[in-house]
Nanobody
């Protein structure tokens, strides 16, 4: 079984910064693609940023230049540094991981979500 635990959400004023963390645990042979999604009220869940084991990161156009995704494979952790936050960034942020477990199965796992609220 795999578990993703997020932390770092909260309330911040527009222009401020937050750093989200997500740590994976459990039956994990290899973490492949990791990413952050968000779900705002009245909107569909959207991909914010993704980072593979090797290769280029990917960002939603709305966060390019403001958000940075990174990972520490030794700690099985992915981070999302969010700068210059805007009220429209308000959402529940979810960590996502595509991984290979010890039985060599491909698994997609989600965190429980962390609320980010940006006040104007």
């Amino acid at each position: 079984q795999v578990r993703l635990v997020e932390s770092g959400g909260g309330l911040v004023q527009a222009g401020g910064s937050l750093r989200l963390s997500c740590t994976a645990s459990g039956s994990i042979l290899r973490l492949n693609l990791m990413g952050w999604y968000r779900h705002a009220p009245g909107k569909q869940r959207e991909l914010v940023a993704a980072i593979p084991c090797f290769g280029s990161t990917n960002y939603a156009d709305s966060v390019k230049g403001r958000f940075t995704i990174s990972r520490d494979n030794a700690k099985k952790t992915v981070y999302l540094q969010m700068n210059s936050l805007k009220p429209e960034d308000t959402a529940v942020y979810y960590c996502n991981a595509d991984l290979t477990d010890f039985d060599y199965r491909s698994v997609t796992s989600w965190g429980q979500g962390t609320q980010v609220t940006v006040s104007s």
